[in-house]
């Protein structure tokens, strides 16, 4: 049984089609796997504080030395950090908001990309530490950036995800979507084609 972990991060709650491409995934990958274990932690709905001084306290101070609110984003930090590290398979869901990620997907990874716990230092560099997993990125872009300078998500993302070891990654991206005529009917269609080749 593997458990998959997934990160829904539009802001849009309707008319989402990164949140349509992870229901598309779910229902797919429940039926191809019935007995793996699908957890969703949707960062728009319940976003998390973005990194700042008290999160890092909690991380790098005793814990005799913690303030309460530090002790506290580590907490958090720990909860969210041990999702990973529980997960075989994580599911990004990132549409693009000017050219990048969401920033409540950042606030995300800035909680979970913790030395010591997901990548170390060595004397060659970083290792990352949660080898074995596979990762599928479902984007939602109004454009088409793939393959363009214009796309700061695919290599962001893939270069994040490496850091902390995961190099299995398979991108699907729905583009055109804003771009009017049959553009948005065409980026869905090949986006639900590939997400069902793959998952």
């Known amino acids: 049984m593997s458990r998959v972990l997934i990160i829904e991060s539009s802001a849009r709650q309707q008319d989402s089609t990164s949140r349509q ?3 598309d995934f779910i229902a797919q990958w429940q039926a191809a796997n019935p007995a793996d274990s699908i957890t969703v932690r949707d960062v728009a709905l319940n976003p998390l504080p973005h990194l700042d001084s ?13 303030s309460a609110e530090e002790a506290q984003a580590l907490v958090r930090s720990n ?6 590290l529980a997960a075989d398979v994580l599911v ?18 800035d909680h979970v990309l913790r030395a010591g716990v997901t990548f170390k230092y060595t004397e060659t560099g970083p290792q990352g530490l949660l080898t074995g997993k596979r990762a599928y990125v479902l984007t939602a872009r109004g454009g ?7 796309d700061h998500q695919e290599p962001y993302l893939r270069q994040v995800l490496a850091f902390i070891g995961i190099h299995d990654v398979t991108f699907i991206h729905a583009e055109g979507l804003n771009m009017g005529g049959d553009f948005h009917e065409k980026g869905l269609n090949q986006a639900k084609a590939r997400l069902a080749a793959v998952a």
Request: hydrophobic share 45%; glycine share 6%; no cysteine.
């Open 144 to 150: 088409i950036h793939a393959g363009a300078a214009s």
């Open 54 to 66: 008290t999160l890092l306290g909690g991380w790098m101070k005793p814990q005799d030395q913690r």
């Open 21 to 23: 491409l992870t229901r």
């Open 79 to 84: 909860e969210l950090t041990d999702e990973v």
């Open 92 to 109: 990004l869901a990132a549409p693009m908001y000017n050219f990048t990620i969401p920033s409540t997907l950042k606030a995300w990874l």
